[in-house]
Each structure stands twice: as structure tokens, then as C-alpha cells.
């Protein structure tokens, strides 16, 4: 029997599932496409443009990009029809993005069997935590209450990553509200990306988030890090993301 691939959404979680006796074969996503540009006409257009994001935002080659991104994603190409596809995917809106990306590359394969794997949770307030503190007894568990995806749940993905990445978000709005047992806190997900937008003052709601630590004195990024992401742990930025809003409002004061 062929064993299941596991998409992971980064290598740490790679390291956290080391040991599991159903770990064998893993695909590591590698983007952020919660920031750049996502519009494309083509894969090979999307890839192009952030090829030219990547390297210019963060200072790696294409070559390094080919090789830890693209390359990765090109694997579901050649898998074979019935293969068993497990998503491991938070529910913040940084996984979500990329969860609707990896839907929209492997729409076309309906034969897949895909599951959506879930972040523990065990109280409202650590909904956003993610699978980052889980140990390996956790992660099974997640593993073993995997739910499976319909083929209108991929469709629904797919549909949530050409609003997104076409920035339709009337449609995106509309499709926020869809249920789905594959999509855990999708409409407050997707309030959150309709919260980025600039408002009257040129500024979405992180950057309002990130100026009000500021305003209390706070000047250590360490520190500014782990209360934003206190306050707005529904983005699921990482540190390369807040340090990137936080040095705009540095250049601007």
C-alpha cells in the first residue's frame, strides 16, 4: 500500500512528526502568499512573479527558490490518481491562503484523496495556535481525526484562492460564509484579509494592531512580535511579516 503524503506548512512541523509510523513520505510548502503579488494568468506566470518577489523582498536566488518551492510542488504533478494527499494546515489566515493555493493546484486531480488535517485545540483562546507546541502524541491524534475533503470542498478552495489572488472580494466575501467541516473559521479567516484593507487613514487593521503596541513605549521586535501576535494571532504572521510592517512605520514616523 502506498503510503500517504504529508503536505506540511513548514519544516518545523516536519521535525515535530520524526518518529510517527505514519510519517514516510512529506511535501514541504515554503511560501508566505499572505504578502506579494499572487495574480497570475498561468502557474508559470505565478511562479515568475514570485520568483521575483522572493528575491527581491528576501534576498534568495531563483535557483534557491526552484529548489525549496517550486520543485516541492511540482511533485503533485506526477503522483499517482489515488494517492492519499493529508494537509496539515492552520487556520489562521496565513495557512488558510496557502491551504487554497495547494486546493487550487490539484483541483484537476479529483481522484486524490485528500484530508485536511487539523490543529489541536483545546480552549477558544489557543484556536490560532497551531500544530507549534504539539509533541507527537498530539500530532497523532490529529492525524487519526484527519477529515476528508469533497470534491465541492476543493472546489470551494479553489475558488477562495482566485477571489483572493484576483482580489474579487465581493465573491471572497460571499464565499467566506459557505460551511464546510474542511474549513474550521473560514468567515473570520477571511474577515481578517477584508480587515488588511487600507482604510480612510491608508492603514489596515495589523498595521493599526502594530502602531498601537508601538504607541505604548514598546521598541524591543521580540517583545512587538509576541504581542502582536497576542492581539492578531488570526494572521498567523511570522516574524519576517511584522518586521516588514514594522520597518513601513518606522520609515514613515
Request: charged share 25%; with cysteine.
Amino acid at each position: 500500500m502506498t503510503p500517504p503524503l504529508h503536505v506540511l506548512n513548514g519544516d518545523q512541523l516536519a521535525h515535530q512528526l520524526q518518529g510517527a509510523s505514519y510519517f514516510q513520505k512529506l511535501l514541504v510548502f515554503r511560501e508566505a502568499l499572505i504578502v506579494g503579488p499572487v495574480k497570475s494568468t498561468s502557474l508559470d506566470a505565478f511562479w515568475k512573479i514570485r520568483t521575483e518577489f522572493i528575491a527581491a523582498s528576501y534576498g534568495a536566488t531563483a535557483e534557491e527558490y526552484a529548489q525549496k518551492t517550486i520543485s516541492e510542488i511540482e511533485r503533485l504533478h506526477a503522483l499517482p490518481e489515488d494517492t492519499e494527499i493529508c494537509l496539515w494546515f492552520e487556520d489562521d489566515l496565513f495557512c488558510q491562503v496557502n491551504l487554497w493555493f495547494m486546493l487550487s493546484v490539484i483541483a484537476d486531480k479529483p481522484k486524490l484523496k485528500l484530508f485536511r488535517v487539523f490543529p489541536p485545540i483545546s480552549t477558544t483562546e489557543d484556536r490560532w495556535a497551531g500544530f507549534g507546541q504539539a509533541d507527537l502524541g498530539s500530532l497523532e491524534d490529529c492525524y487519526e481525526a484527519r477529515v476528508p475533503l469533497t470534491n465541492s470542498d476543493v472546489a470551494l478552495g479553489k475558488a477562495l484562492w482566485q477571489a483572493y489572488s484576483s482580489q474579487d472580494w465581493d465573491v471572497f466575501k460571499s464565499l467566506s460564509i459557505q460551511s464546510s467541516p474542511c474549513f474550521q473559521f473560514l468567515e473570520e479567516a477571511c474577515q481578517a484579509q477584508l480587515d488588511r484593507l487600507p482604510g480612510s487613514d491608508g492603514l489596515g487593521k495589523p498595521e493599526r494592531i502594530l502602531h498601537g503596541i508601538l504607541s505604548t513605549g514598546k521598541t524591543d521586535f521580540p517583545q512587538l512580535f509576541q504581542e502582536f501576535n497576542r492581539q492578531a494571532g488570526i494572521y498567523g504572521f511570522g516574524d519576517l511579516q511584522v518586521k516588514g510592517m514594522y520597518d513601513r512605520i518606522k520609515s514613515k514616523s
